[in-house]
């Protein structure tokens, strides 16, 4: 298991100030032959329904000097991680989570735009400093 991400514990207080339980941190992936971590798993009752909504949530950062090159693991961790989850977890989506300076200042970009549309990445956008969910991008 790795690590937990600079923001982790930013991410884990918007979702519940978002209404969201937080059902595992970090949430257990076993397929038959790896083991994968994805940082949290989340679960929202509805009111309307009597099941819930249930979510897994890969955070990054983007810190380090390279945003492609943070881009590239997040991507492949990201397609990895949801593939596994249709496996094991057919009724959990999975979700990307980016603060708001990172998708302000790389995410907007053509080409980045271009490969979350081709890819059907979806997106949480949170503020690190309120610790607040800001979009959700589908």
């Known amino acids: 298991m790795s690590a937990k991400d600079t923001f982790h514990n930013a991410v884990r207080s918007a979702l519940e100030k978002d209404n969201w339980t937080i059902t595992h941190d970090p949430l257990r992936i ?14 929202r009752i509805i009111a309307a329904q009597k099941s819930g909504q249930k ?4 955070i990054k950062s983007f810190l380090g000097t390279s945003a492609v090159s943070e881009f590239y693991i997040a991507l ?3 397609l990895t991680y949801r593939t596994a ?3 094991e977890q057919p ?3 999975l979700y990307l989570a980016i603060s708001w300076d990172t998708y302000r200042d790389f995410f907007i970009r053509k080409l980045i735009q271009d490969v979350i549309a ?3 990445i979806k997106l949480l956008i949170f ?3 309120t610790k607040e969910v ?5």
């Open 127 to 129: 503020d690190p400093v």
């Open 76 to 78: 492949g961790q990201t």
């Open 118 to 120: 081709e890819h059907q």
């Open 85 to 87: 989850l249709r496996i």
């Open 55 to 58: 979510i897994a949530v890969e």
């Open 30 to 43: 076993k397929t038959e032959d790896i083991e994968l971590y994805v940082d949290l798993g989340a679960e």
């Open 134 to 138: 800001l979009l959700w991008k589908e």
């Open 91 to 93: 009724n959990r989506i």
